[in-house]
């Protein structure tokens, strides 16, 4: 491979943020779009409990004899 060479770097006279810069997360803020997804979690989660609940009750059910 040929010789790269050096590479000269320098760095800015001044710093400033552009006039239409939000947030430099990756990530956007937790807002009002996250009670959504609590709310679906809690009914999932309820809906698991009430399945498990009627398992045990499955189980206390006694055939015949």
């Known amino acids: 491979m040929p010789d790269a060479g050096e590479i000269e770097a320098r760095p800015a006279q001044t710093s400033e943020k552009p006039a239409n810069f939000a947030n430099a997360?990756?990530?956007?803020?937790?807002?009002?779009?996250?009670?959504?997804?609590?709310?679906?979690?809690?009914?999932?989660?309820?809906a698991i409990v009430a399945f498990l609940?009627?398992?045990?009750?499955?189980?206390?059910?006694?055939?015949?004899?």
């Open 25 to 46: 997360s990756l990530f956007p803020s937790r807002g009002k779009e996250d009670m959504v997804a609590t709310v679906v979690l809690a009914v999932a989660a309820f």
């Open 53 to 65: 609940v009627s398992m045990l009750g499955l189980l206390q059910v006694h055939g015949p004899r």
